[in-house]
């Protein structure tokens, strides 16, 4: 039993002496801890890249609204009588001082005639005074009173031409009848019944009025003068400019109102109509790219992954300046920068990369060293 034990101790003690000569003395690592150590090492992945330099492009700012008239007016009547022509007819065009409708003249004429006969009594009255005063055989206040009475007679004239002319209602303004509310037989009062003395509705559809609501944000971005390009709900394609820009936000919606003007000489854009715009400001340099290449950061910014020094991945916040059929505009890149194309949804910020430019731009690390030149 005693051999045994001895023959066991001896065993244990060559093969343990073996192990330590392997781990201590041998002339390299064992296998499996060189694996593990190459196994370690990090793995760089690679990215698509490609080159861009920034061109110059016009902000723009897309905009809804509608067209309005530029001036609309309620023609109403100024003196009373009743309808005996009606001279044009609702949706006719009009030019300033065209009439629409007369009234009957009454009396008019007949008032008329005495004012006038006054009028040549009161002057001579107050001829003979002057005389007389000269004289010495009328006092000053008698040529005072026959001055005072003839200015009276000449007001009460004027006042009865004014009547008359005012039973012609013309056109204020050239534009379109847009509702006529009277007809030959109706009677029309002025004063305090309002209601009973419109004739008719004027607008004036040239020029055209697009309007338009900004934001708080881009209130601040919109000058008068501005150009802007239109599109209606019709399919019509115009250009106007911006001739009103609001100063005071309305209380409700928080926004600011925008007057954009577009030629309409022969009224076919009618008032109603919704409008897209957009707003050509001022240019700026961009860069035009797909928007897949667009990503978040961890805070919810929009911007992209460039490939910075030393082929590590940098992500730059950017502004979306248009957006267009053949891809979105940026700002706020440098002048010359390399994107990541494809892949930048798999590294993070800070990472070395190994960029492999697109086809037919330049390859590799040469693209990445140009872009930050």
């Known amino acids: 039993m005693k051999s045994s034990y001895l023959i066991a101790g001896a065993i244990a003690v060559v093969v343990g002496a073996w192990l330590l000569t392997g781990l201590i003395g041998g002339d390299g690592e064992p296998q499996a801890v060189r694996e593990a150590d190459v196994s370690a090492e990090p793995v760089v992945p690679a990215v698509q890249v490609r080159t861009v330099v920034a061109e110059a492009r016009a902000r723009q700012l897309s905009l809804f609204g ?12 100024e003196t009373g009588g009743r309808i005996v022509d009606k001279v044009v007819d609702k949706g006719a065009r009009v030019n300033a001082g065209d009439v629409i409708v007369r009234l009957s003249m009454d009396d008019r004429e007949a008032r008329l ?7 040549e009594h009161r002057r001579v009255a107050y001829r003979a005074s002057q005389k007389l005063a000269k004289s010495g055989f009328v006092a000053d206040i008698k040529k005072a009173e026959d001055q005072a009475s003839l200015e009276e007679a000449r007001a009460q004239l004027a006042a009865i031409k004014l009547d008359i002319e005012r039973t012609t209602i013309r056109a204020p303004f050239d534009g379109i009848v847009d509702d006529l509310m009277v007809e030959v037989g109706d009677y029309l009062q002025s004063g305090r019944n309002m209601s009973s003395s419109i004739v008719a509705e004027v607008v004036d559809l040239d020029p055209i009025v697009v309007v338009c609501e900004v934001t708080e944000r881009d209130g601040g971005r919109v000058r008068v003068g501005d150009q802007a390009d239109i599109r209606l709900v019709t399919g019509e394609q ?3 400019s911006v001739r009103y820009v609001a100063r005071t936000a ?10 954009i003007e577009v ?5 076919t854009i009618g008032e109603g109509i919704t409008a897209e715009v957009r707003l050509r400001q001022d240019e700026i340099l961009a860069h035009r790219v797909t928007p897949a290449i667009l990503t978040l950061n961890d805070d919810g910014v929009v ?3 460039v490939v910075g020094d030393d082929d590590r991945v940098a992500f730059r916040r950017v502004v979306i300046v248009a957006d267009t059929p053949e891809g979105v505009w940026l700002a706020g890149l440098p002048e010359r920068v390399t994107l990541i194309t494809v892949g930048q949804e798999f590294v993070r910020d800070g ?14 690390s040469e693209a990445a060293a140009a872009g930050r030149s």
């Open 351 to 364: 990472q070395r990369v190994r960029p492999v430019a697109e086809v037919g731009s330049a390859v590799g």
């Open 113 to 119: 005639k005495r004012a006038e006969a006054s009028v």
């Open 303 to 305: 911007g992209v992954k």
């Open 250 to 259: 309305s209380s409700t919606t928080r926004t600011f109102r925008v007057e």
């Open 66 to 77: 509608r067209t309005e008239a530029d001036r609309r007016v309620e023609v109403r009547a």
């Open 263 to 267: 030629a309409n000489p022969d009224a």
């Open 238 to 240: 115009v250009r106007g």
